[in-house]
């Protein structure tokens, strides 16, 4: 079975800055998808970011980019230009590529953007 | 428009009560899944469908039954609800199968056992 870890659990940004978010995972697989979504209080879960692990790219969207080092098995998020909107929970999430279809979450990494 | 809506958001009810959750997407997905959210926020599967047959069922009482009437809704009975059935329960849906297909969820429902 697949372990996702985020190691923070909280973090606090100054609005307008930066902050990384940490992500690491334990397979034996070498092809698989890699997600993190975040969960406002509204506890809507949204979709911020996708990162397929045969690409070396690192996926971007916007302020939100992605650290994605397949040997350390590690896959970090970082949101720049922080807005009060990005403070959230944000999950970082494991699905393989072959079987086993669901989605593996980490615990969840708290944002809170100060003013 | 809603792609995945869950009805109700909140469910309040008696232990020992038997209860449904609905679950809706019209973005023409094949797979439809139940997550529970636990107090501490941790997300975990339950169940995933795809084209109506049981393709996950992640140890799960059997007092929880998922119904698949068709592709585009999912719906989750559970039985003899306990105190530890409150959580927060999130449909999800994708295209298929495949890791390459992304899962939208749906707002979630607040399920509190009295």
């Known amino acids: 079975a697949q372990t996702v870890t985020q190691s923070q659990p909280e973090m606090s940004v100054q609005e307008a800055e930066t902050v990384t978010l940490s992500c690491t995972y334990d397979?034996?697989?070498?092809?698989?998808?890699l997600f993190w979504y975040k969960q406002p209080p509204s506890r809507q879960m949204i979709l911020v970011i996708r990162?397929?692990?045969?690409?070396?790219q690192n996926a971007t969207e916007n302020r939100f980019s992605v650290n994605f080092q397949k040997a350390a098995k590690s896959f970090s998020l970082k949101i720049s230009d922080s807005q009060l909107g990005d403070a959230a929970m944000y999950f970082c999430?494991?699905?393989?590529?072959?079987?086993?279809?669901?989605?593996?979450f980490g615990a969840g990494t708290t944002v809170t953007v100060r003013a | 428009d809603t792609a995945v809506s869950q009805t109700p958001k909140y469910l309040v009810t008696q232990m020992g009560n038997d209860k449904s959750i609905k679950c809706e997407q019209n973005?023409?997905?094949?797979?439809m899944y139940w997550y529970k959210q636990d107090s501490k926020k941790f997300l975990k599967i339950m169940f995933s469908?795809?084209?109506?047959?049981?393709?996950i069922n992640e140890t799960v009482p059997n007092r929880f039954s998922p119904k698949s009437p068709d592709k585009a809704h999912l719906n989750l009975h559970i039985n003899s609800l306990e105190l530890g059935d409150s959580a927060v329960y999130f449909c999800?849906?994708?295209?298929?199968?495949?890791?390459?297909?992304?899962?939208?969820f749906g707002p979630g429902t607040r399920l509190t056992v009295l």
């Open positions: 973005l023409g997905h094949d797979t």
């Open positions: 469908y795809n084209n109506k047959e049981l393709i």
């Open positions: 999430a494991y699905r393989s590529a072959y079987s086993d279809y669901k989605l593996s």
């Open positions: 397979t034996s697989e070498s092809d698989y998808y």
């Open positions: 999800a849906s994708s295209q298929g199968l495949a890791g390459v297909d992304t899962q939208y």
């Open positions: 990162q397929e692990a045969y690409k070396q």
